[in-house]
T-cell receptor
Framework: DAKTTQPTSMDCAEGRAANLPCNHSTISGNEYVYWYRQIHSQGPQYIIHGLKNNETNEMASLIITEDRKSSTLILPHATLRDTAVYYCIVRGNAGNMLTFGGGTRLMVKP | GAGVSQSPSNKVTEKGKDVELRCDPISGHTALYWYRQRLGQGLEFLIYFQGNSAPDKSGLPSDRFSAERTGESVSTLTIQRTQQEDSAVYLC?????????????FGSGTRLTVV
């Protein structure tokens, strides 16, 4: 599965949008982009995933560039509870192993 | 159940003892994964079960580590002759494995402390 690159850490003001970037320049045509987050002392939590089109759910939006080499996770109105490590992962077939990198540590500040 | 259940939630054991950790995946999920997370570090893949196929054991750090899965249900991770460096949170996850899936569901983990 393709490797991803994310910033180590980011800050965001409470109530503002948090935009978390991810580069995946070696992504192949059948690979999905997944986002997870891990809040302190909890197991990782699935947020959203996409293939080509932008996706939105109750938690976040996922914007994937046309060439699919990068994506951005958007938390539209960040709260203190969104403070977590956010992982961007690229994966092919369902059931394949997810490889977690270092992720981005998002700190939402009042 | 509705989620992935792991037990025990916490385990303190003496160095050299064997421990067994349990994972109950979501019913119907054919794929099951074990990860380890040391304090302040990322998730480290250990082992992966996919239906009736032979498990992918490529992440097991030593022969002291083993895991079994009964059909498509419960899995146990066994660590023999525990060492202090085995102290970590052990996380289990499950998913279905056909077509597009909606991500792993993780359990809350077992925090293992070897003293």
């Amino acid at each position: 599965d393709a490797k991803t690159t994310q910033p180590t850490s980011m800050d965001c003001a409470e109530g503002r949008a948090a935009n978390l970037p991810c580069n995946h320049s070696t992504i192949s045509g059948n690979e999905y982009v997944y986002w997870y987050r891990q809040i302190h002392s909890q197991g990782p939590q699935y947020i959203i995933h996409g293939l080509k089109n932008n996706e939105t759910n109750e938690m976040a939006s996922l914007i994937i560039t046309e060439d699919r080499k990068s994506s951005t996770l958007i938390l539209p109105h960040a709260t203190l509870r969104d403070t977590a490590v956010y992982y961007c992962i690229v994966r092919g077939n369902a059931g394949n192993m997810l490889t977690f990198g270092g992720g981005t540590r998002l700190m939402v500040k009042p | 159940g509705a989620g992935v259940s792991q037990s025990p939630s916490n385990k303190v054991t003496e160095k050299g003892k064997d421990v067994e950790l349990r994972c109950d995946p979501i019913s119907g999920h054919t794929a099951l994964y074990w990860y380890r997370q040391r304090l302040g570090q990322g998730l480290e893949f250990l082992i992966y079960f996919q239906g009736n196929s032979a498990p992918d054991k490529s992440g097991l750090p030593s022969d002291r580590f083993s895991a079994e899965r009964t059909g498509e249900s419960v899995s146990t991770l066994t660590i023999q002759r525990t060492q202090q460096e085995d102290s970590a949170v052990y996380l289990c996850a499950s998913t279905h494995s056909w077509g597009e899936d909606y991500g792993y569901t993780f359990g809350s983990g077992t925090r293992l402390t070897v003293v």
